[in-house]
């Protein structure tokens, strides 16, 4: 790993499971940080989610890129043992615990902060440390269904779920952030911090410009910034189309080249707010149009001179020459599955040096061994620990 990348030297201890909490680490790992993932002798949940990868998760591989992995029972005297050890020379800890959970497992940050008072320590939860849910076990769509977003994406009387685990995503990039902005701190004062992040305050975030309220607005308003249907997925005379037309210079692109030269001289059209309202008249007649050609066809056309893309698959995305030449997709090996291509680095540096060795996500335990023997556990203890149980590997 370059020595240039902005958190190397950095070492985290991610004790979470399932997205939000592993994909945080994961950015903290492409970022530079040395990241080991701890997991329970059960191992993460999210290795046990259907796949149709042979002997293994393919979220699971997708959401802890970059670390090593350690198995051990933080119940056990030897498993508490050797996770202290590691905390003590630790720069991060990562859970997504109830608050009610570390201080029964003697990981809460009075007791961390106690060995380490350098120590960041990140607690990701479903509702926030305090309150009447802060006990809850909080999921991705159960947070967008409290928060609006499932009513938003399609109505009152038909909420839908936005698939893809958008809130745990966007926790990850907010625990990332507050993890960095930390450890920046720490860097001023010499001291630690609890970073709180939540899925609740992730959902809400990133609805930041659907929550304004203004006094005496009434309750039922559309909060939408949606701007219309000529804004949207098309079908054309093969495959679907995606345009983005909002400004003036777009829709008058998008009317010349599609051939309705017409419609960018009407004033009845001339903003977005026109045809938002004029949208059951203006949609038949763009679609009409776009029955000329395919979905490849008019992306081609349109160049540069109307936002657009044809709906493609998430499997094209490997083969993508874009993706390729950002170098956003790269190899890994993995023990169980072999080789596999996933996302790489998607945060660019520019940094002078080789680019990063490449880590898959580890298996269960993989690492155990080795992490023991560079804390300092004789070959005979890591042995013994194994044979009592409080760590696997």
């Known amino acids: 790993m370059s020595s240039d990348y902005p958190l190397s030297g950095i070492k985290v201890l991610d004790l979470s499971a399932y997205i939000a909490g592993p994909y945080g680490c994961n950015l903290l790992a492409d970022m530079g940080a040395e990241v080991v993932k701890i997991e329970s002798p059960e191992g993460d949940n999210l290795r046990k989610y259907p796949s149709t990868l042979p002997g293994e998760s393919r979220a699971f591989l997708g959401v802890n890129r970059g670390k090593h992995g350690m198995c051990l029972d933080l119940k056990s005297e030897r498993g508490y043992d050797v996770f202290m050890r590691l905390a003590r020379q630790a720069d991060v800890v990562v859970h997504n615990f109830r608050p009610s959970v570390p201080p029964r497992l003697r990981i809460d940050y009075d007791t961390l902060r106690a060995a380490n008072p350098r120590l960041v320590y990140c607690s990701l939860t479903g509702y926030g440390q305090s309150g009447p849910l802060a006990n809850r076990a909080g999921y991705d769509q159960v947070l967008q269904a409290r928060t609006g977003i499932c009513a938003s994406q399609g109505t009152a009387q038909d909420p839908q779920i936005v698939y893809g685990s958008v809130v745990d995503y966007y926790g990850a990039a907010m625990l990332a952030n507050g993890v960095t902005a930390a450890l920046l701190q720490r860097e001023r004062t010499g001291q630690g911090q609890h970073v709180c992040v939540s899925l609740l305050s992730s959902a809400l975030a990133m609805q930041a410009a659907r929550l304004v309220v203004a006094d005496g607005e009434p309750r039922d308003i559309n909060r939408d910034m949606r701007s219309g249907g000529v804004t949207g997925i098309h079908p054309t005379r093969q495959g679907h189309l995606y345009i983005s037309a909002n400004t003036p210079h777009f829709w008058r692109s998008l009317c010349q080249l599609a051939g309705l030269p017409e419609l960018a001289e009407d004033e009845r059209y001339d903003t977005v707010k026109k045809r938002a309202a ?72 520019g940094l002078p040096g080789a680019p990063r060795r490449l880590r898959s996500a580890p298996a269960l335990g993989q690492h155990t061994r080795e992490l023991m023997r560079e804390l300092g556990y004789s070959q005979a203890e890591i042995a013994d620990a194994i044979a009592q149980r409080g760590v696997f590997g």
């Open 278 to 349: 004029r949208v059951d008249e203006l949609v038949p007649v763009l679609r009409s149009a776009l029955q000329a050609k395919s979905a490849e066809e008019w992306e081609r056309l349109f160049g540069d001179q109307v936002p657009c893309s044809v709906v493609r698959k998430v499997e094209d995305v490997f083969e993508d020459a874009q993706v390729q030449e950002q170098g956003l997709v790269g190899e890994h090996e993995h023990p169980a599955i072999g080789r596999y291509r996933t996302i790489a680095n998607p945060i660019s540096f």
